[in-house]
């Protein structure tokens, strides 16, 4: 682990050590680790989207309420946290699982930053590729945006954010996977690693 990795980890573990047994809870929901995590997963955020759905908020109020609520759980939740999870009943075991959660989070924003400086690699240069590359892309954003309603789109897109760790973990994802790397001759592409 090199040291601006070890510092991130670090900080990143002491930040969130308020929030340790929720974020195991999460992890494992999201990891599918409970029986019908699927199913809880879909209905909770089906129902939250349908409750946006129905209320019709306007964005500046919905960006107002999700500040709030996030303001009030910052607040709260450690307090509660105390009263529920007492620090004598945390385990060896809890701690690596919860070190092992951090070292993945760590990579996901490992992940996103360097897609990020990838995508615009080039905006120094100016280079027309950088211009296409990027206008393709934006207008084929736009496009979709214009073409479906913004709130499925979100929908869609957190639906699938939140069952992408379980569905990455099955066999049978991988299996399909190999065989349509296979008839698009992408072998030597692996987005995926082999856990």
Same mark, same amino acid.
């Given at each position: 682990?090199?040291?601006?990795?070890?510092?991130?980890?670090?900080?990143?573990?002491?930040?969130?050590?308020?929030?340790?047994?929720?974020?195991?809870?999460?992890?494992?929901?999201?990891?599918?680790?409970?029986?019908?995590?699927?199913?809880?997963?879909? !209905?909770?955020?089906?129902?939250?989207?349908?409750?946006?759905? /129905?209320?019709?908020? !306007?964005?500046?109020?919905?960006?107002?309420?999700?500040?709030?609520?996030?303001?009030?759980?910052?607040?709260?939740?450690?307090?509660?946290?105390?009263?529920?999870?007492?620090?004598?009943?945390?385990?060896?075991?809890?701690?690596?699982?919860?070190?092992?959660?951090?070292?993945?989070?760590?990579?996901?924003k490992? !992940?996103?930053?360097?897609?990020?400086?990838?995508?615009?690699?080039?905006?120094?240069?100016?280079?027309?590729?950088?211009?296409?590359?990027? =206008?393709?892309?934006?207008?084929?954003?736009?496009?979709?945006?214009? =073409?479906?309603?913004?709130?499925?789109?979100?929908?869609?897109?957190?639906?699938?954010?939140?069952?992408?760790?379980?569905? =990455?973990?099955?066999?049978?994802?991988?299996v399909?996977?190999?065989?349509l790397? /296979?008839?698009?001759?992408?072998? =030597?592409?692996?987005?995926?690693?082999?856990?």
């Open positions: 682990m090199s040291e601006l990795k070890k510092k991130e980890f670090n900080r990143l573990k002491n930040d969130l050590d308020a929030w340790r047994e929720i974020i195991l809870f999460l992890h494992d929901l999201l990891d599918w680790k409970y029986p019908y995590s699927c199913g809880w997963i879909v !209905s909770g955020i089906t129902a939250l989207y349908l409750v946006l759905w /129905k209320l019709d908020l !306007s964005i500046v109020t919905q960006l107002s309420l999700l500040c709030l609520f996030g303001l009030l759980g910052a607040f709260f939740y450690p307090v509660i946290a105390k009263l529920f999870f007492k620090p004598e009943k945390w385990t060896g075991v809890q701690e690596k699982h919860f070190e092992i959660v951090i070292n993945k989070l760590l990579n996901v490992f !992940s996103v930053v360097d897609f990020w400086n990838t995508f615009f690699w080039n905006i120094a240069d100016k280079s027309i590729i950088h211009v296409f590359k990027t =206008s393709g892309v934006l207008l084929g954003l736009a496009w979709i945006g214009a =073409s479906v309603n913004n709130l499925l789109l979100i929908y869609l897109t957190t639906l699938t954010m939140c069952l992408w760790p379980g569905i =990455s973990q099955l066999d049978e994802f991988h399909k996977l190999n065989m790397k /296979k008839k698009l001759n992408l072998s =030597s592409l692996s987005p995926f690693k082999n856990q």
